[in-house]
C-alpha cells in the first residue's frame, strides 16, 4: 500500500519539475557542436587567421610577378628675375612663370633570384596549411569542451532527478512518521528527524538546480549564443566500445593535429635553408620603362624643353661578400631544422605516451562503469526492502536514511562513473585525431 502511494507521490513531483524541461528546446551533442563550429568565438578568431594564411599563399607574395610603377608631377613657379651680363646688357623679368611637367612609368621584373620565389611560394603553401591545421585544433579544442560541459550537464541532471526522488522518498518516509506518531508508535524525535532530512534533500535539490543553470550558461556560451537561452539535454550516455590501441595508435601518427604541425613546421624550416642558399646566386632583372617631361619658362635660355621616350635592359646584381652574413643566417636555418626535427620526435613521443595514459583510462572507467550499474541495481534492491521495512516498523529511521543515502550515492557515482568514461573516450579520439571528422 505504502509503496503504490510513494511510486504515486514520487511520479507526480517528477511530472511537475519536469514540467518545464519538457518544454524546453531538447538540444543533441552533435547539434551543440554544429553550433559552435558556426558561432564559437575562438573557432571564428582561427577561421579569420586560416584566411590569412590563405591569402598570402600566392605567386605575387612568392615574387614571380613584376614590379609596375607610375608617378607624374606638376610643378608651376613664379619668379622674379634679374641678371646683369659682363658685355653689359641686363635682363630683368618680373613675376616670371615656369611650368614642369614630368611622368614616368617603370617596370622590373627578376627572372632569376637563385629558385628564391619557387621555395618561397612552397613556404607559403606550407604556411596555409599550418594556418588549417591551427584551425582544425582550435576546432577540436572547442568540441571537446562542448563534449565535456554538455555530458556535465547530463550528469548533473541525472543528480538533480536523483535528488528529486530522494526527496519524494523523504516526503513520504515524513508522513508515515507522523501517522505513527499520531497513534503513539513512533516518537517526536522521529517525527523531526524526518523533517530535518526531508530539508537536507530539499536544500540539496535547490544546489542541484543553481548547478545545473551555471553550467547552462556555459555552454551557451562556448556555443556564442544568448547566455540565459534555456534548453535540455539527452539523458542517455552512449559510450563506445571496442576501440583498438594499434589503431588508433596509427591513426594518431597520421591525423593527430600536433604532429601534423611539427611535421609542417619542420617543412617551413627546410624551405628557409633553401632561401638563404638561393642568396649565394645571381640575380637577374629586367627593366623597361617611359618617361616624358616638358618645361616652359618664361626667363632663361628655352622658352619650352620637350622630352619623351622608353627604356629597356638587363641587370646583375651578386653580393659577393656580405661580411659572412648570409653563411652566418644559412648555418642558423640549418640548426632550425635539427630543432624542429627533435621538435617533431618529442612531439610524437609525447603523443604516444598521452594515448597510452587515455587507452588506459578508458579501460579502466569503463570496468568501473560496469561495476557502479551493478552497484545501483543492487543499491536499489536494498531501498525497496528498506521501504517495506519501515512501513513495518521493523528499520529504525536512521537505518532507513543510511539505505537512502546509499542508494543517492551509487547513483551519484554511477552518473559519475559515465561522465569519466564518456571523457576518457573523447581524449583517446582526440589524441588519435578522430574526435572531429
Not at 305 to 310: A, L
Not at 322 to 328: E, H, R
Request: overall charge neutral; proline content about 1%; charged content about 25%.
Amino acid at each position: 500500500m505504502w509503496n503504490r502511494k510513494f511510486l504515486a507521490v514520487f511520479c507526480l513531483i517528477f511530472v511537475l519539475a519536469g514540467t518545464n524541461i519538457s518544454a524546453q528546446q531538447k538540444l543533441t551533442l552533435k547539434e551543440a557542436i554544429s553550433i559552435a563550429l558556426e558561432n564559437n568565438y575562438d573557432i571564428r578568431l582561427a577561421k579569420s587567421d586560416a584566411a590569412i594564411s590563405e591569402n598570402n599563399y600566392s605567386v605575387g607574395n612568392a615574387g614571380f610577378l613584376p614590379n609596375l610603377n607610375v608617378s607624374a608631377s606638376q610643378t608651376k613657379t613664379v619668379s622674379n628675375t634679374k641678371q646683369e651680363y659682363s658685355n653689359g646688357s641686363l635682363v630683368d623679368k618680373t613675376s616670371s612663370a615656369s611650368d614642369n611637367t614630368n611622368a614616368a612609368a617603370t617596370l622590373s621584373w627578376t627572372i632569376f633570384d637563385g629558385l628564391k620565389m619557387f621555395i618561397s611560394l612552397s613556404k607559403l603553401k606550407e604556411l596555409k596549411e599550418i594556418g588549417e591545421v591551427k584551425l582544425r585544433s582550435q576546432v577540436e579544442s572547442s568540441a571537446a569542451e562542448v563534449i565535456k560541459n554538455y555530458y556535465d550537464i547530463v550528469r548533473q541532471k541525472h543528480n538533480y532527478n536523483v535528488t528529486l526522488e530522494s526527496v519524494a522518498i523523504s516526503e513520504q518516509r515524513l508522513k508515515i512518521t507522523e501517522e505513527k506518531f499520531s497513534v503513539g508508535s513512533a516518537s517526536k524525535l522521529e517525527v523531526l528527524s524526518a523533517k530535518v532530512d526531508l530539508n537536507t534533500d530539499r536544500s540539496n535539490l535547490l544546489n542541484q538546480e543553481v548547478v545545473l543553470s551555471g553550467l547552462k550558461v556555459t555552454l551557451n556560451n562556448l556555443l556564442g549564443r544568448t547566455v540565459s537561452e534555456e534548453f535540455d539535454v539527452e539523458d542517455d550516455v552512449q559510450i563506445l566500445t571496442g576501440l583498438d590501441y594499434n589503431l588508433l595508435r596509427e591513426e594518431a601518427f597520421k591525423n593527430n593535429v600536433d604532429i601534423v604541425q611539427s611535421e609542417k613546421s619542420k617543412n617551413v624550416s627546410s624551405y628557409d635553408v633553401g632561401i638563404y642558399r638561393s642568396e649565394y646566386m645571381p640575380r637577374f632583372t629586367l627593366s623597361s620603362g617611359y618617361t616624358y617631361s616638358n618645361s616652359l619658362s618664361d626667363a632663361g635660355f628655352f622658352k619650352s624643353n620637350k622630352t619623351f621616350g622608353y627604356n629597356y635592359g638587363i641587370s646583375l646584381a651578386w653580393n659577393l661578400f656580405n661580411g659572412f652574413a648570409t653563411t652566418l643566417q644559412y648555418q642558423n636555418a640549418l640548426i632550425v631544422v635539427d630543432k624542429s626535427e627533435i621538435r617533431l620526435s618529442q612531439t610524437k613521443a609525447l603523443v604516444e605516451s598521452n594515448l597510452i595514459i587515455a587507452f588506459k583510462n578508458y579501460e579502466k572507467n569503463n570496468e568501473i562503469l560496469a561495476l557502479e550499474s551493478e552497484n545501483v541495481s543492487v543499491a536499489k534492491e536494498n531501498l525497496d526492502l528498506a521501504i517495506e521495512q519501515i512501513r513495518l516498523g521493523s528499520i529504525s529511521p536512521i537505518e532507513f536514511r543510511d539505505v537512502q543515502k546509499n542508494y543517492i550515492t551509487a547513483q551519484s557515482r554511477l552518473s559519475s562513473a559515465q561522465f569519466n568514461a564518456k571523457m576518457s573516450e573523447r581524449d583517446l579520439l582526440k589524441q588519435s585525431g578522430s574526435l572531429i571528422k
